[in-house]
């Protein structure tokens, strides 16, 4: 009895590995094996099915339930009940929260509805470390058509004419990249993908890596017949371990195949690719520190033209695409550009991933059409914010982007309307915060991180991001002045203007969008020595209002620093002086008597 | 094995895809036939577990695709169980009682091969009716 009727699909991304989900593959095998059903039912190991806030993911084919946090505990439940008797565990089951009621398939829920998967098309699809379960969704099919029936001014047409634009952040067209690539005088050439994702809060090409290796791979062959390249390098940070250890053996097995290596496909055309791990600096994503990296150089960006189509690693014409650029391009070789082009906006086309993190009720990983808009994504698919508290602002482009109001939530999102409204798209990160997040510390805390990677080349960036903190950290100490305020926007002109590479230039971009938006709150830091998210400790006093204190002694109890003063059936008073503003005595009160700033 | 054109990868693709075809769901006017097979513990007292596994060993030695095996919960006929009912689009569903090692062999290889009905073993012909 060979025939298999029934996958389990565990979901394998780091996310989900974090909450055990190996553990939990473990115990549903040992599960089936007790049961008898082990050899008609397969567990797989799968990629990030996106829905990471509700990890370990389980997907049960052919039936489509969907499971979410799964622990090793529930796998005995699973397969007795869900396995054997056909009942589905309804207590795994996810619950709307709007709906209020279960969901048993993964097509009724709001976070899968309004997704459109091009470049995670196979994440949780298939396991990633079985290049045949790649090939059965029309795996490397794309490239056999390249090499067999296309020319290389064929592909970068075809690519060109899509719209495809680099996924990195930059949003140069991927067809002219190529292009200009494949133009330049010389017969030794290289493509190198960049997987140095590094921005806070972001695992869009991590978990493109993790879900669907071959879909990368595929596309650096492709991208190398297209420039004349016959050697690929994968950039990537060590501390992907899951994705190197993945991308290393779907190399190993594309290898087997002969579909890297010598004469693929019978075409004649030679293409190998290598792997080099990167030490995990946010300046390496810039092409030409990336580069510089890839020679085993100090990661310091150099200033273009020469552009890397020109002169890049070795000096030779090289390009380099983003993970989830690469995704892309074997679906649009197999759908045509026309396919491609119909998805998005005027200037943008196809899709983009983002990763979706901060206080949002369904934290994760999704990949919309372009042209969606912002509060479809925070308030459909990441179902509002946690905890019923209202909206502020959203951060997109990392530390390169700027906050998005209320005010432009109906953006339709691409790369100059983003740009318009003082952010940028950047390669993906979305981070939602919600009313009681202080704006200016949020500003602290991304230019605490570009201080930190500024890779200190150029002055305007070593010492003007440093400076930058350091104002920003006397702000939010209350020992702000006015006059900081126009040095901190002045500077952080300067450093935009004069920085050498896009680290430098976009470093203020955090500062400048929430002093345009939320300058009030500067004001109120700097004058009033107030923060009204109570965010930073040093501005934030509580304090108890007498007429609501009963006198019940619950605050001073819990104040770990013994700064409450007062007789029971008398009213509480703070000493302000010692307080840490740890909150205690607001959780603890049970009359709404103490004042939270 | 290399692969060296564009045939021998078809080749990899058809092979795999047997494998994998089961994870693709609900596509309009695709013509998949599922069997259900009532996995309550009265249809596993009753011995749907034998039926279950004729029904898979049957599939497998005559390599029939597009048929799916699901196990369900109750069918609410204990007295005919094992139950195994089966679904073809277009199609009512036919739902067989009683069903042992040797029907649900030939359930296969009459029903589902040569779409010949076993009418002695039919407990109702519409799940509406009952």
């Known amino acids: 009895m060979d025939k298999i009727r029934s996958h389990i699909m565990v979901c394998g991304g780091t996310g989900c590995v974090a909450s055990h989900s190996e553990d939990l593959i473990s115990a549903l095998k040992s599960e089936l094996i007790t049961a008898g059903y082990d050899q008609e039912i397969s567990?797989?190991?799968t990629g990030c099915f996106g829905f990471c806030g509700q990890g370990p993911i389980v997907k049960i084919h052919p039936d489509n339930v969907f499971y979410v946090q799964v622990t090793p505990n529930d796998a005995e439940e699973i397969v007795k009940e869900h396995i054997v008797k056909g009942r589905t565990v309804h207590r795994l089951l996810f619950e709307e929260p709007e709906l209020k009621g279960k969901l048993e398939t993964h097509d009724d829920m709001a976070f899968y509805k309004k997704q459109y998967r091009i470049a995670l098309r196979n994440c949780g699809m298939i396991n990633p470390e079985n290049i045949d379960?790649?090939?059965?969704?029309?795996?490397?099919?794309?490239?056999?058509?390249?090499?067999?029936?296309?020319?290389?001014?064929?592909?970068?047409?075809?690519?060109?004419?899509s719209g495809l634009r680099g996924r990195g952040g930059g949003g140069f067209p991927t067809g002219l990249k190529w292009e200009l690539t494949s133009k330049s005088p010389g017969t030794e050439k290289y493509i190198i993908c960049n997987a140095d994702e590094g921005d806070p809060g972001a695992f869009m090409d991590r978990s493109i890596l993790e879900g669907d290796p071959h879909s990368v791979l595929e596309a650096m062959v492709i991208g190398g017949y297209a420039t004349g390249a016959h050697q690929g390098s994968i950039y990537i940070r060590a501390e992907y371990p899951l994705a190197i250890k993945r991308l290393t053996v779907a190399m190993d097995q594309a290898r087997d195949y002969g579909l890297i290596g010598k004469d693929i496909f019978g075409s004649g055309?030679?293409?190998?690719?290598?792997?080099?791990?990167?030490?995990?600096?946010f300046v390496c994503g810039e092409e030409t520190a990336l580069i510089h990296s890839v020679e085993g150089l100090r990661g310091e960006p150099t200033k273009k033209p020469p552009f890397p189509s020109e002169s890049g690693y070795k000096g030779k014409p090289t390009t380099v695409n983003n993970v989830e650029t690469f995704a892309n391009i074997c679906p649009i070789i197999l759908n045509g550009s026309q396919w491609f082009k119909n998805i998005g906006t005027e200037t943008s086309k196809g899709t983009k991933v983002f990763a979706i993190a901060g206080n949002v009720n369904n934290v994760g990983l999704v990949e919309v059409p372009m042209g969606t808009t912002l509060r479809e994504i925070i308030f459909d698919i990441g179902a509002g914010i946690q905890d019923g508290k209202g909206f502020k602002a959203v951060q997109t482009g990392g530390p390169s982007g700027g906050v998005i109001t209320s005010v432009d939530l109906d953006t339709p999102i691409d790369y100059e309307s983003l740009k318009n409204i003082g952010s940028m798209m950047g390669s993906g990160g979305m981070i939602v915060m919600n009313d009681k997040t202080c704006m200016v510390n949020i500003a602290k805390f991304y230019l605490e991180f570009t201080q930190d990677e500024s890779c200190g080349k150029c002055t305007s960036c070593r010492i003007g991001t440093?400076?930058?903190?350091?104002?920003?950290?006397?702000?939010?100490n209350g020992e702000g002045t006015m006059e900081d305020l126009e040095h901190l926007d002045a500077l952080a002109r300067m450093i935009k203007d004069t920085a050498l590479c896009g680290l430098g230039q976009t470093a203020p971009n955090p500062v400048l969008s929430t002093m345009n938006y939320f300058h009030d709150e500067y004001l109120e830091h700097v004058k009033n020595k107030y923060c009204r998210a109570g965010t930073c400790k040093a501005l934030s006093k509580y304090s108890i209002i007498a007429d609501k204190c009963i006198g019940c002694t619950a605050c001073a109890r819990a104040c770990p620093v013994k700064c409450i003063d007062g007789k029971v059936k008398e009213v509480h008073v703070i000493d302000q002086s010692k307080c840490i503003s740890c909150g205690a005595c607001f959780d603890a009160c049970k009359f709404d008597a103490v004042l939270k700033p | 094995m290399g692969i060296k054109s564009l045939d021998d990868l078809k080749k990899i693709r058809e092979d795999s895809l047997k494998?994998?075809?089961?994870?693709?769901?609900?596509?309009?006017?695709?013509?998949?036939?599922?069997?259900m097979v009532g996995m309550a513990t009265c249809g596993i007292a009753a011995g749907a577990r034998v039926t279950l596994a004729a029904l898979l060993d049957e599939i497998s030695k005559n390599n029939i695709e597009n048929i799916r095996v699901v196990q369900v919960g109750c069918l609410g006929y204990c007295h005919s169980e094992p139950i195994v009912q089966i679904n073809q689009s277009g199609k009512e569903p036919i739902l067989y009682g009683n069903v042992d090692d040797k029907k649900a062999r030939d359930i296969i290889n009459k029903h589902v091969l040569k779409n010949?009905?076993?009418?002695?073993?039919?407990i109702i012909n519409t799940f509406q009716k009952a």
């Open chain 1, 43 to 45: 567990v797989i190991k």
């Open chain 1, 133 to 161: 379960e790649y090939i059965a969704f029309r795996g490397y099919e794309a490239l056999g058509k390249v090499l067999t029936e296309m020319t290389p001014e064929d592909v970068f047409y075809e690519i060109k004419e």
């Open chain 1, 269 to 281: 055309f030679d293409f190998d690719i290598i792997i080099k791990l990167g030490a995990g600096a």
């Open chain 1, 466 to 476: 440093k400076r930058m903190f350091e104002i920003l950290t006397k702000i939010t």
């Open chain 2, 19 to 35: 494998k994998v075809n089961l994870r693709e769901t609900g596509k309009d006017g695709e013509d998949i036939t599922e069997l």
């Open chain 2, 116 to 122: 010949e009905l076993l009418d002695d073993s039919i």
